[in-house]
């Protein structure tokens, strides 16, 4: 079932938990390792897979991240495939052809898989938005099974920019070359700029597998103390908490 929503502005923020699961063998690695210098003990990471749907005031619907997909899914190989993403919204009441603006963060295979549903868009009526900068570097599987099916509705942004009334994006790159997080009110959907919530703590954690780890811990410090500052409230895509209201000191409620 979808977690509680939460209504900041008049716009409804619901999380909707995609999937719960330990990474695969095929990248698992003892979380010293993922994240180096953290001092976490070796024990299982559970990640939850959370995209999260946004009703504005007049009914317009974006959801941000759609998740790992069915079970052919690039995603296959290290997530728990399948997703319940279209459960998820079928359970908070609303069909795909009714969302009109996805918001992907990035490409990686666990946020964009739910793209397609048996190689068509899984969003019929929805423009699909990403970073020009990410488009540009789709390669692979990820190019051929979920860019190309929905090639005729993507709309290619350039840093920051409002996607549909009231809810903005914003470049954050270095997990990957054009990754960004969404902004509705003063919640911040950030998508894999904070993985394991000890980079909360010290943002200059490292995790290994960033694309570029030096512009990534240097996003995520930048954007964490601008949103620490208002004290917003983050939406991560894998922790076990959807919502989490940020203090202005480096320690955090959880
Ligand atoms: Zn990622
Ligand atoms: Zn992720």
């Not at 190989?77 to 963060?105: K, M, N």
């Amino acid at each position: 079932m979808p977690h509680r929503p939460i209504t900041v502005s008049g716009v409804e923020v619901t999380p909707l938990c995609d999937a719960v699961g330990p990474m695969g063998a095929a990248i698992r690695r003892p979380l010293a390792e993922m994240f180096p210098g953290s001092g976490l003990q070796d024990e299982q990471w559970v990640l939850h897979f959370h995209c999260y749907l946004i009703r504005d005031a007049a009914g317009r619907l974006t959801l941000v991240d759609t998740g790992i997909g069915g079970a052919d899914s690039p995603a296959a190989s290290w997530a728990p495939v399948p997703g319940t993403l279209a459960g998820e919204l079928a359970a908070a009441g609303v069909a795909p052809a009714e969302i009109g603006t996805v918001v992907l963060t990035h490409l990686h295979s666990d946020h964009a898989s739910g793209v397609v549903t048996d190689g068509r868009p899984a969003f019929e009526n929805a423009r699909y938005v990403l970073q020009q900068a990410e488009l540009d570097a789709a390669r692979g599987p990820v190019l051929d099974r979920l860019v190309t099916p929905i090639k005729g509705q993507l709309h290619a942004v350039d840093g920051d920019a409002e996607v549909s009334p009231g809810v903005h994006v914003r470049l954050a790159p270095g997990h990957t070359p054009g990754h960004q997080i969404a902004r509705v009110g003063e919640v911040a959907m950030t998508g894999d700029l904070v993985l394991h919530p000890v980079q909360l703590d010290d943002p200059a954690i490292r995790y290994v597998y960033d694309d570029d780890q030096e512009t990534a811990a240097r996003t995520r410090a930048e954007v964490l103390s601008a949103l620490r500052a208002e004290r917003a409230i983050l939406a991560t895509a894998h922790f076990g908490e959807p919502f989490l209201r940020l203090q202005e000191s480096s320690r955090h409620d959880v």
